[in-house]
């Protein structure tokens, strides 16, 4: 993320990923231990999560978001 974030600074980036990315992108930046067990974190199929930086810091916008799929 840190290298897609500084090759295209000011710009807008979509990465189409899976799961376990999002899973560790999460763990990584906010320094979470990989103890196993406590919590989950389970990203729902076609979810966009959003990442912003600014002066080095990620913020996370949104995490799991399905607004945009409709459900029966």
Excluded: K
């Excluded at 990465?15 to 103890?35: C, K, N, Y």
């Excluded at 930086?53 to 949104?62: D, K, T």
């Amino acid at each position: 993320m840190d290298r897609l974030a500084g090759r295209y600074a000011g710009q807008t980036v979509v990465a189409v990923t899976h799961a376990g990315f999002i899973v560790v992108s999460i763990l990584e930046l906010f320094d979470i231990p990989r103890s196993g067990g406590r919590a989950w974190l389970d990203p729902r199929p076609t979810a966009l999560t959003e990442w912003s930086r600014s002066n080095g810091i990620w913020r996370l916008e949104r995490y799991n978001d399905t607004s945009h799929v409709y459900y029966r």
